[in-house]
């Protein structure tokens, strides 16, 4: 079968692979017939080293179970599934509190940490399949796949960036960064019922869709600029939450800058450092609280699936390009480029 792999930084080759086979009881095999690209998969697509790989690349995707292991339980074959970006047993003590990607299943496991699995192919192994797949109620080739492929990674991390943040029908939201989890996280704020949106994101075509989610502002500036814009916006207090979609220390210093007193900063972009402002001056003095970090999207599918299978919410407009694996190397460039937000594989 063929599958994506990143050689390093800049070099996204289409190959040709062994097929996944079943190897645990507990494995089912799924054929791929919708995945993405992540803006996650755009951080090693700029700073991999070539001795760090190949790895295999994809960690959203809906497909159709064509095999399962003895003892899977709950699938059959012919199931459509998602599968969330973290393998998981649903069952243990983490998973039970809602933290499957703290999951403590020898076989648990991001799957960007499984450097022989990916979600950019035809078709994938999947470990615990019982607890990492949800069966989703439609066909294969229903208009709902986009949205429902959000399911997997970007609107579950939206969804958590706001719960935990304490995202209410009380609170004001900032968020920064107008990626597909930046717009996803203004949704999800606006689907808990935020009061107040400010979205930071300086690419038009974006913060509208931005609007569209439920933004009632855009600043595109950014630093002091941006953080004297959001203030003036919020009566100079900043606002509640804070959401940091994007993981640079200029973004978490931003939050800094636009949070309100006694509120909180939520990260879900994946930080780029290991040292950052925590003490009196920044956070301590004003009982600013720091929370996120990735998110459990195993435990909200079952919230956020009904408001996508109504119509309720359409989370897959994120999604404006859609390609075939031999596109996929292009669409690697295109999101770094920022010329596309989003792209839809259909292996
Ligand atoms: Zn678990």
Redesign the pocket.
């Known amino acids: 079968m063929r599958a994506t792999l990143l050689y390093k930084a800049g070099d996204v080759r289409i190959e040709d692979v062994p097929d996944p086979v079943i190897e645990q009881p507990t494995d089912a095999l799924v054929r791929i017939t919708a995945s993405c690209i992540c803006g996650s998969d755009l951080w090693p697509y700029a700073t991999m080293a070539a001795h760090d790989g190949p790895v295999r690349m994809g960690h959203e995707f809906i497909g159709v179970v064509e095999d399962i292991g003895s003892a899977v339980t709950t699938l059959r074959r012919g199931d459509l599934v998602v599968a969330p970006f973290s393998v ?5 003590a ?2 039970r509190e809602g933290l ?1 990607t703290s ?3 020898p076989q ?1 496991d991001l799957w960007d940490g499984l450097a022989e699995e990916g979600g950019q192919a035809e078709a994938v192994r999947v470990p615990l399949a019982d ?1 990492t797949l949800v069966k989703l109620p439609v066909a294969a080739d229903s208009a709902l796949v986009p949205s429902l492929l959000t399911l997997a990674d970007v609107l579950g991390t939206g969804h958590h960036a706001a719960v935990a943040g304490g995202v209410d029908e009380h609170t004001g939201v900032t968020v920064i960064g107008d990626g597909a989890v930046g717009l996803l996280s203004v949704l999800a704020a606006r689907r808990l019922g935020a009061e107040h949106i400010v979205l930071m994101g300086r690419h038009g075509t974006r913060t509208e869709l931005g609007r569209e989610f439920g933004a009632a502002e855009v600043v595109s500036a950014r630093g002091a600029e941006g953080i004297a814009a959001v203030r003036e916006l919020t009566g100079g207090h900043g606002t509640h939450v804070v959401i940091d979609a994007v993981g640079s220390m200029p973004a978490y210093e931003q939050a800094l800058g636009v949070v309100r007193r006694g509120g909180t900063i939520s990260r879900v972009g994946l930080p780029q450092y290991e040292q950052a402002p925590v003490g009196f001056g920044s956070l301590f003095r004003h009982n600013i609280r720091l929370a996120g970090g990735p998110a459990p999207v195993r435990a909200s599918i079952d919230q956020l699936l009904p408001d996508i299978l109504s119509g309720a919410i359409e989370p897959g407009k994120v999604f404006d390009a859609t390609t075939g694996l031999d596109g996929v190397p292009a669409g690697y460039q295109d999101m770094a480029d920022r010329n596309s937000l989003k792209v839809l594989i259909k292996p």
Do not use: I, L, R
């Open positions: 998981s047993d649903n069952t243990c983490f998973c499957h999951c403590t299943d648990a607890g």
